[in-house]
T-cell receptor
């Protein structure tokens, strides 16, 4: 079946602009995660959605970052007033239930963001 | 707090040789342990994971890893390297009693020498 998809695959923006990154999880997966992969910081957790529960936003680096998940499926990560240090690959993952961390997370191909 | 250490950011082995990628973790409770592989311009793919049960775990593409609680390690091995194994490998942990998030090591880039 279809895996996790992300769009756009690449995004170039100017410093100070807002960007939206989209993630379509695997159908039926209730848990959705966003991670960031950058040269300086490696792979970092950003935010986690599980069903209708309040999201865990503990990994968001600043209040310029926000995310939502509509209808328990598609998620959008928004970065406001982008900075050059936001340049990274943003990875989305989903898992069937997000049950106590033992499940496999299935990753999308990522969105490569470059802030000029 | 959990953390993962991967010794060696770059490892090179000859085709047909043993692959050994090291992973040590720090956690207040035995975590769940994962190895993911990332090929160029692709997302991460699960190689194998340890949650409970047998401490020697076999994964895809001939890889295996052994959970050693006394050494807080989860090293990844493959008896005979193939050219197709060239990729970046990430060790990760999650807390069995907490959030579902993965905490990743810094990765090891594996190069296969023909």
């Amino acid at each position: 079946g279809a895996g996790v998809s992300q769009s756009p695959s690449n995004k170039v923006t100017e410093k100070g602009k807002d960007v939206e990154l989209r993630c379509d999880p695997i159908s039926g997966h209730t848990a959705l995660y966003w991670y960031r992969q950058s040269l300086g910081q490696g792979l970092e957790f950003l935010i986690y959605f599980q069903g209708n529960s309040a999201p865990d936003k503990s990994g968001l680096p600043s209040d310029r970052f926000s995310a939502e998940r509509t209808g328990g499926s598609v998620s959008t990560l928004t970065i406001q007033r982008t900075q050059q240090e936001d340049s990274a690959v943003y990875l989305c993952a989903s898992s069937p239930r997000g049950a106590r961390g033992e499940e496999t997370q299935y990753f999308g191909p990522g969105t490569r963001l470059l802030v000029l | 707090a959990q953390s993962v250490t991967q010794l060696g950011s770059h490892v090179s082995v000859s085709e047909g040789a043993l692959v050994l990628l090291r992973c040590n973790y720090s956690s207040s409770v035995p975590p769940y342990l994962f190895w993911y592989v990332q090929y160029p311009n692709q997302g991460l793919q699960l190689l194998l994971k340890y949650t409970t049960g047998a401490t020697l775990v076999k994964g895809i593409n001939g890889f295996e890893a052994e959970f050693k609680k006394s050494e807080t390690s989860f090293h990844l091995t493959k008896p005979s390297a193939h050219m197709s194994d060239a990729a970046e490998y990430f060790c990760a942990v999650s807390d069995p009693f907490g959030n579902e998030k993965l905490t990743f090591g810094t990765g090891t880039r594996l190069t296969i020498i023909p």
